[in-house]
C-alpha cells in the first residue's frame, strides 16, 4: 500500500501501479482456472501496461485484443493464447491480426464469408460473436451490447446455421462490471437461443467476454464456477473468459497535489489532474472515483469540489469532504485508477501525460515511463 513518504517522493500527477494488489487479483483469477479447467485472457482494452504482462503470464492465459495494436502487442509481450474479436477487420489488416491471433472471432457473417479460407489456411480457430439479447444493466446503454439495435452480435434471427464451415466457437460479450447472477441469466437466453448450435460436433469452446467482476469483494465465485462447468458438462466446450475490470480491479491510484483553492459557492480545489484527460470514465461512463482519506460531501468537517487545469468548465472529478481544509500543496491520492485510465487518457488542453509508477511488492517504486512535450506535440 501507498504510504506518505512514497506520496511525497512523487512526481505528480502519476499513476501508481500496486503490484501487491495485481496479484492479489491474479491469484483469484488464477483459481478460477485451475478449479473450473476454464481459461481466462486479459482483456488489454482495461489494461494495457505491458511491463506487467510477464508477471500477468505466470497467472492467466493469455490476452484478448480489440484490433491489430492490442494483437500485436499482446504477441510481442505477453506471447500465449491471443484471441481477438472486431466489430469489422480491415483487408490490408486481417493478415497480421491472423499472424499473432489463434482465436478470430467475427461479428457478422459476411466478415466470416470474407476471411475464412485465411484464418483456416493459417490453421487459426474461427469464432462468431452471437448477441443473446439479454439485457441485465439497465441505464448503462454505452456499456450494454444487447441495447435494440447494437451493432455487437449476431442476433439468433441473422444467425446463418447453414453458413458455419470452420466455425469452431461462440463468443459473447454482455456484461459490464456485473456479478455472476447476471452470467447466469445470461447463459439462460444463450441456452434458449442458441442451444442448438452449442450442441453441435464442430462447436469447442464459448468466450464469456468480459464485464465479471470477479475480484471484486463479495462476487459470487461459487456460481461463476458453476456456469462453467454447466457448459463444459452439458455441450462439452472449452470456456474461456476475458476479463479486464478484474484483472487489475482497484490495483492502481493516480496521485495528484493541489495547486490552488479558489472559491465560489464552496471552496473548489484545483488539481494538476483532470478527470477529462486522464480518468476520462469518471466524466463517461459517469462516476466518482474513491479518494483516499476523504468522505462524502458533508461527511467530514471540510466539503471541497475538486476541479482541474484545463479551461473545460465540467471538468471536475466530484465533492469530498475532509477532517481538514485542503490548502496548494496538498496531496491526494484517487483509487482505482489502474483500468481504463491509461488505456484511455489524452492531452487535451496541452495537459501532461502522468508518470507511469510501479510500487513493488517490497516497497520501492519504479518509474515506467515518464512522459513530456514531445507526447504532446507528435500526436498531431
Ligand atoms: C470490454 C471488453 C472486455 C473487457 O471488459 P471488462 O468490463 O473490462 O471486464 C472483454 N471482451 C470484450 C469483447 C470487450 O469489449
Request: overall charge negative.
Amino acid at each position: 500500500m501507498l504510504n506518505q513518504k512514497i506520496i511525497d517522493g512523487l512526481k505528480t500527477p502519476c499513476y501508481v501501479i500496486d503490484e501487491s494488489a495485481l496479484i492479489r487479483n491474479l491469484e483469484i483469477l488464477h483459481g478460477v482456472e485451475q478449479r473450473t479447467g476454464a481459461r481466462i485472457l486479459l482483456a488489454q482494452k482495461a489494461f494495457s501496461c505491458w511491463q506487467l504482462y510477464p508477471l500477468i503470464s505466470r497467472y492467466l492465459s493469455g490476452t484478448a485484443c480489440s484490433g491489430l495494436y492490442e494483437a500485436r502487442l499482446g504477441s510481442e509481450e505477453m506471447g500465449r493464447e491471443n484471441h481477438v474479436f472486431s466489430a469489422a477487420y480491415r483487408e490490408n489488416e486481417i493478415d497480421e491480426i491472423i499472424s499473432y491471433c489463434g482465436h478470430i472471432i467475427f461479428n457478422s457473417f459476411t466478415q466470416l464469408r470474407r476471411y475464412r479460407e485465411r484464418v483456416l489456411s493459417a490453421g487459426k480457430n474461427i469464432g462468431l460473436r452471437i448477441n443473446p439479447e439479454c439485457s441485465t444493466q439497465e441505464g448503462h446503454e454505452i456499456y450494454d451490447p444487447c441495447y435494440p439495435g447494437s451493432r455487437l452480435g449476431i442476433t439468433r434471427k441473422h444467425f446463418r446455421e447453414d453458413d458455419l464451415y470452420g466455425v469452431s466457437g461462440l463468443h459473447f460479450h454482455t456484461l459490464c462490471e456485473q456479478d455472476s447472477d447476471a452470467l447466469e441469466t445470461t447463459l439462460n437466453a444463450v441456452e434458449e437461443r442458441f442451444g442448438d448450435i452449442l450442441s453441435l460436433e464442430q462447436i469447442k469452446w464459448i468466450n464469456l467476454g468480459g464485464g465479471h467482476h470477479i475480484t471484486r469483494e463479495g462476487y459470487d465465485i461459487p456460481r461463476l464456477e458453476r456456469c462453467i462447468a454447466r457448459l463444459r458438462e452439458r455441450y462439452g466446450l472449452e470456456v474461456w473468459l476475458e476479463p479486464g475490470e478484474a484483472a487489475a480491479l482497484n490495483a492502481g491510484y493516480l496521485v495528484t497535489e493541489v495547486l490552488d483553492i479558489v472559491h465560489n459557492d464552496m471552496p473548489i480545489a484545483i488539481l494538476d489532474t483532470s478527470a477529462a484527460c486522464h480518468m476520462p470514465d469518471v466524466l463517461e461512463m459517469p462516476y466518482r472515483p474513491p479518494l483516499f482519506g476523504s468522505g462524502t460531501p458533508g461527511e467530514k468537517k471540510y466539503t471541497f469540489r475538486l476541479g482541474s487545469q484545463t479551461c473545460l468548465s465540467g471538468d471536475a472529478v466530484g465533492e469530498y469532504s475532509f477532517d481538514s481544509p485542503l490548502e496548494a500543496g496538498s496531496r491526494l491520492v484517487f483509487g482505482d485508477m489502474a483500468i481504463y485510465s491509461m488505456v484511455k487518457n489524452n492531452t487535451f488542453n496541452g495537459m501532461p501525460l502522468p508518470d507511469i509508477v510501479l510500487l513493488r511488492t517490497d516497497g520501492g517504486t519504479e518509474i515506467l515511463r515518464r512522459f513530456g512535450y514531445d507526447d504532446f506535440k507528435y500526436r498531431l
